[in-house]
């Protein structure tokens, strides 16, 4: 399983951008998707995820501004990034958890990582 992750780029503060990530390869059934985020001299947090049925959860700090959701028919998931500060410059890492069958568990897939800058 291969994770392709797009549209990062430079906003200014206040601004908007759209994170996509594709999954493609082998693939039986994606469970959870989501997205984390690593700022430079930080760790990595997780910011985002979205089960297979499309319950969400979010951490604190984007929440009411960043929305995940993703298209099972196309193994892509979003991540709509509304009101961007400063503070959310970071490379931002999509995440697929994926089960080869009915009876194997999870394994966790990466993304290469998209970088967001927010200028202030």
């Known amino acids: 399983v291969q994770l392709q992750a797009s549209g990062g780029g430079l906003v200014q503060a206040g601004g908007s951008l759209r994170l996509s990530c594709a999954a493609s390869?082998?693939?039986?059934?994606?469970?959870?998707m989501g997205w984390y985020r690593q700022a430079p001299g930080k760790q990595r947090e997780l910011i985002a995820t979205i089960t297979n049925g499309g319950s969400t959860n979010y951490e604190d700090s984007v929440k009411g501004r960043f929305t995940i959701s993703r298209d099972n028919a196309k193994n892509t998931v979003y991540l709509q990034m509304n009101s961007l500060k400063p503070e959310d410059t970071a490379v931002y890492y999509c995440?697929?958890?994926?089960?080869?069958?009915?009876?194997?568990?999870?394994?966790?897939?990466w993304g290469q990582g998209t970088l967001v800058t927010v200028s202030s």
């Open positions: 995440l697929a958890d994926h089960s080869a069958s009915t009876l194997s568990g999870s394994i966790r897939y």
């Open positions: 390869g082998s693939i039986f059934r994606i469970n959870h």
